[in-house]
């Protein structure tokens, strides 16, 4: 009996240590989230270099957390009006949030160097208004490092965003956003 046990306690061990680990992954104002606004009379681009976002290989969940003050834009004229709230309202909501799992998990091996398809769903929620919405993208492996790249259209008017009549032919009314995050693999 006594033999049983330990056979069974190495042959446990033995499972576990070969196991894949979770891993945890994270990434502090080093990515890019970009929209990008194509209308009549205007093209806007905005980058923001401040997100923060972070990654669990365990269940797949993912979460990216945006400033809305951070976003750059090519004149303080669009920055100034993106703030106020008949635009984006950042006194009241300071940040986009994104939320999601991989739905697709089982296909990508944090452990082994490589560029994998990244399927998301999750919930957007901008302005304090959340729509889901199914993301198709990329997370390239190198080392402990991961690079998650993704480019999806937002409809404005699914969060609430106004679009002042004045200026209907300079801000379309969906935007393409573009995700780059650089992530590296979180040191317990």
């Given at each position: ?45 905005a ?16 979460t990216?957390?945006?400033p ?41 091996n944090?452990?082994?160097?490589g560029?994998?398809?990244a ?11 959340s ?43 969906v ?13 317990k």
């Open positions: 009996m006594r033999n049983l046990f330990f056979i069974a306690l190495g042959a446990t061990a033995l499972l576990w240590a070969f196991a894949p680990v979770p891993k945890v992954y994270f990434q502090n104002q080093k990515g890019d989230i970009t929209f990008f606004s194509s209308a009549a009379l205007e093209d806007i681009t980058v923001n270099h401040k997100s923060s976002a972070l990654l669990k290989t365990a269940d797949g969940s993912l990216v957390k945006v809305i003050r951070s976003f750059e834009f090519e004149k303080d004229l669009m920055y100034k009006h993106f703030l106020q709230k008949k635009y984006m309202w950042a006194d009241e909501h300071p940040e986009a949030e994104f939320a999601g799992k991989l739905t697709n998990l089982a296909d990508i944090f452990d082994q160097d560029e994998y398809a399927n998301v769903a999750g919930t957007l929620t901008i302005r304090g208004v729509k889901d919405y199914q993301v198709n993208g990329t997370i390239k492996v190198v080392g402990n490092k991961l690079t998650c790249h993704a480019k999806f259209n937002v409809k404005l008017a699914d969060h609430e965003v106004p679009i002042p009549k004045v200026v209907t032919e300079n801000i379309a009314e935007v393409e956003v573009t995700i780059n995050l650089d992530m590296e693999e979180y040191a």
